[in-house]
């Protein structure tokens, strides 16, 4: 490609609200535009990048035994109904009407259009399992979209989705998946770590992400140094010293928990359904004001502030202002710092007070004149903490420690619940209708490339791993009106070509030091500088990521690259 008619426009300086190093480069190396907040356009290397992490995506689904499709970005909402979660998934969803007022969705994911793809054309056990992705465009109006196509409005995402007749059937197609993410991150050359997740509002049970370890990432792992434990710090182990009251009046019993124990574990002493996590915790903090802290996604989108015993309204608060009550930091059950002495309630008795039911002296019913230690059944935690790095690790072995990860990947086990609600059932051996066993596994394409990008560079530039690079090659003609020079730039480059290497031809009428700097900051692995000495046939070959140059005669250059 020739870099003179090539839209590649570099930047000198770093782009005032660019506040990570992924989002600077990607614009000052010319890969994206931002074209309104968090949408993006890709300029032709940004979209010869995503290809090269798609290949590689496409390459292991494959291999996976993955059949590649292509659903519409737009979707109808009745869909999203049927399913149940056209209310759950809020204001993420873009939703829009088309002329004769009926009511679609912008694709966030898309559960509700293959079950219901494979629900009308798969009826027998004899075509399960079965396993389907796309890669494809995602709109999803995130609250705060930022750091360029890393938390981005639209991006693309490679979404798969397993059909099985069993539970063993969904973990094996799970384990495919997952050692399939493994090979897939690997290739990008990213250092990560699966981590144990929480399934959020997607539902099901099982759940890893893969998270890309770098200091800007937005969420917190706990892992251990010694073992394979790690986690979202979200579901991570808490400690916890608490009294539990019996029954509605009960005495209170201290019990003394120095074990770690898993917030799932925790849902499970607040009596909360099993396969969920805590929904809502109601904090009460020197006997006021209730908080009402309700899950979804990593960010607290609002917090119901409840000054409860007596008022049965929800006041909408601020996550600052929450966090200013509990004197904590913002976020959700995240690595906050609660005050000592809270008590919490789970959702069972949250739902009874939102409800606003009255009346008889039963367990979790009041709403006026409550008292929690005597109404409700209350659990009260005593220095509620989360696990703190330097903890022992719950396997026993090795210390915790945190790092901030960057999701770029999350598979989950599903269950049944989009094929119940939508209806994708097949017949088993003996004629029996059963219902199809899902999976579901994402990854965030344009995220992978911005998380590379965060990986990899230096203060010149992107230092781009070989497997993803645009280019393999950047052959820069140090001064095109050099008749030497442009000539052996132009053999080089057509040579190149024809070896099949993918070549980045600068023949630009600038200055050296301009292409010199361009080419770092674009970050091709190697670079061919034709000089001075393209009298005498001679090149200076230059590895991006060392730095390591060397002068290579002409013939000799195809054995050096190789
Ligand atoms: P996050 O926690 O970062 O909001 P998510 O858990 O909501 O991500 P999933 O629903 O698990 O995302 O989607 C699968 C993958 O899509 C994620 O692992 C991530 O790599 C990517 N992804 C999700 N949201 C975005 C976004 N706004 N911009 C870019 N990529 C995204
Ligand atoms: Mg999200
Ligand atoms: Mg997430
Ligand atoms: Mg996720």
């Not at 035994?65 to 998934?89: F, H, K």
């Not at 007022?101 to 079965?130: C, N, W």
């Not at 400690?239 to 074990?259: A, R």
């Amino acid at each position: 490609m020739r870099q003179r008619t090539y839209l590649s426009p570099t930047l000198r300086d770093v782009p005032a609200d660019a506040e990570i190093k992924s989002h600077q480069l990607m614009l000052r190396a010319g890969f994206i535009r931002q074209t309104a907040s968090g949408i993006y356009s890709y300029l032709p290397l940004g979209r010869k990048t995503l290809r090269k992490v798609e290949e590689i995506i496409r390459e292991e689904m494959n291999e996976a035994g993955g059949q590649e499709v292509l659903m519409p970005a737009i979707q109808p909402a009745e869909l999203w109904e049927e399913s149940g979660r056209l209310g759950d998934y809020g204001p993420e969803l873009m939703r829009l009407k088309d002329r004769h007022g009926r009511d679609f969705v912008l694709g966030a994911t898309h559960e509700e259009v293959i079950t219901t793809l494979v629900r009308d054309d798969v009826q027998s056990y004899k075509k399960l399992p079965m396993n389907l992705y796309q890669i494809q465009t995602k709109y999803r109006d995130e609250r705060r979209p930022r750091f360029g196509v890393l938390r981005s409005r639209e991006f693309i995402m490679k979404d798969a989705y397993s059909f099985d007749t069993s539970q063993e059937g969904l973990d094996r197609s799970y384990d495919a998946m997952y050692n399939a993410y493994q090979n897939i991150f690997s290739r990008c050359q990213l250092d990560f770590r699966a981590v144990e997740a929480d399934s959020g509002a997607i539902g099901g049970t099982d759940t890893h992400e893969f998270m890309v370890l770098s200091e800007i990432g937005e969420d917190t792992i706990a892992y251990s140094d010694q073992s394979n434990f790690a986690a979202n710090i979200e579901i991570a182990p808490i400690q916890m010293t608490y009294i539990k009251s019996n029954e509605p009046l009960g005495e209170l019993e201290v019990v003394d928990t120095p074990n770690v124990r898993t917030i799932s574990e925790v849902s499970e002493f607040l009596d909360v359904n099993a396969n969920q996590t805590i929904k809502s915790l109601l904090f009460i903090v020197d006997e006021q004001p209730v908080l009402v802290l309700v899950r979804g996604d990593h960010e607290v989108n609002e917090i119901k502030v409840k000054n409860a015993f007596n008022k049965a309204t929800v006041e909408l608060a601020t996550p600052e202002q929450a966090a200013e009550l509990l004197n904590c930091e913002t976020g959700f059950i995240g690595p906050i710092n609660l005050p000592k002495s809270v008590t919490v309630i789970a959702d069972k008795a949250v739902e009874a007070i939102v409800n606003g039911i009255c009346g008889a002296n039963e367990r979790d019913k009041h709403v006026k004149n409550v008292n929690p230690d005597r109404d409700f059944n209350v659990l009260r935690y005593e220095d509620l903490r989360f696990i703190q790095e330097g903890d022992p690790s719950p396997c026993g072995k090795g210390i915790i420690k945190f790092a901030m990860g960057i999701e770029v990947g999350h598979v989950f086990k599903l269950g049944t619940k989009y094929s119940e609600a939508l209806g994708a059932t097949y017949l088993d051996e003996k004629g029996k209708t059963q219902t199809m066993i899902m999976g579901c596994y994402g990854i965030g394409v344009s995220r992978t490339v911005a998380a590379i990008v965060e990986q990899h560079h230096d203060e010149n530039g992107i230092v781009w791993p070989t497997s993803v690079a645009p280019f393999d090659l950047h052959l820069v003609t140090i001064n095109v009106k050099d008749q030497d020079q442009n000539e052996l730039g132009e053999k080089l480059y057509n040579s190149l070509k024809q070896q099949r290497f993918e070549v980045l031809y600068d023949d630009r009428p600038e200055r050296a030091g301009v292409k010199f700097k361009d080419s770092d900051l674009i970050g091709l692995p190697i670079r061919v500088a034709v000089g001075k000495k393209a009298s005498e046939g001679i090149v200076e070959v230059k590895v991006r990521k060392t730095g390591e140059m060397i002068e290579v005669p002409v013939a000799d250059l195809q054995a050096t690259l190789t």
